[in-house]
């Protein structure tokens, strides 16, 4: 973050095995960073997603937070590669309550605030369907790379959290179709443990006779 220097949580030996992208370190690390320059800020989107447990994912993807009457810089990723040490900043949304749509799951920051797990997915499930944010994914017949990576998505949090689909729908009204959730709900299992794991489930989805399906 600009000007500020705080400790690197990027675990030592992991540096190759993380994809920073443009970003001069870890999302964990640059959202404690940003905090202390921003500490009333709410932590949104891809920059909330570790904090819930969804490690390394966010780690290439821009910092998204939230605040009162303000709106500047990008959540895009390819645009946000040009200014890698600012966050974008957006409005928070009608009706938003801080106890009731936030929690605060640092303990090295316990005063900063971050959104909840559903609230999170629905972000992120946005920026993803709208190619704000995405990762190569294998061709998979029938379906987008940009809905392969939501169905990934889904499924990596499951593992993460106990957010229901019921939550979820909620959390994305008015941010995602309702058509569309429900096409993404008959493509996820909450038992894939890895994005190839997920990939291979879509490719081979249609492969069994009638009256099988495929049990992850």
Same mark, same amino acid.
């Not at 000007?3 to 990027?10: L, Q, R």
């Not at 993380?18 to 940003?34: I, K, Q, S, Y």
């Not at 900063?112 to 997915?121: E, H, I, K, Q, Y």
């Not at 939501?150 to 993460?160: E, G, H, P, R, T």
């Given at each position: ?43 949104? !989107? *891809? ?5 819930? /447990? %969804? ?5 290439? $993807?821009?910092? +998204?937070?939230? @605040? ?65 944010? !995405? *990762? ?5 017949? /029938? %379906? ?5 990576? $939501?169905?990934? +998505?889904?499924? @990596? ?60």
């Amino acid at each position: 973050a600009d000007g500020m220097m705080v400790e690197n949580t990027c675990l030592p030996g992991l540096a190759d095995a993380r994809d920073l992208g443009a970003f001069p370190a870890c999302m964990v690390t640059r959202v404690r960073a940003l905090h202390q320059l921003h500490p009333t800020f709410i932590v949104s !989107g *891809w920059a909330a997603a570790p904090f819930h /447990g %969804l490690l390394y994912w966010a780690d290439s $993807a821009a910092v +998204l937070l939230l @605040a009162e009457g303000r709106s500047n810089g990008s959540d895009r990723t390819e645009t946000a590669k040009g200014s890698p040490l600012s966050p974008a900043i957006r409005p928070l949304p009608p009706g938003f309550d801080l106890e009731r749509d936030t929690i605060a799951p640092d303990p090295l920051c316990p005063q900063m605030r971050v959104v909840t797990a559903p609230v999170v997915l629905a972000q992120c499930l946005r920026s993803v369907l709208s190619g704000k944010h !995405g *990762w190569p994914v294998v061709e998979v017949d /029938g %379906l987008t790379d940009r809905q392969v990576r $939501a169905v990934q +998505l889904i499924d @990596a949090f499951a593992q993460c959290s106990t957010v229901t689909w019921n939550q979820l729908e909620d959390a994305a009204t008015g941010l995602i179709s309702r058509r569309e959730l429900r096409r993404l709900s008959r493509l996820v299992a909450a038992g894939a443990e890895s994005p190839r794991e997920t990939e291979f489930r879509l490719m081979v989805r249609d492969l069994l006779p009638a009256g099988h399906r495929w049990e992850t």
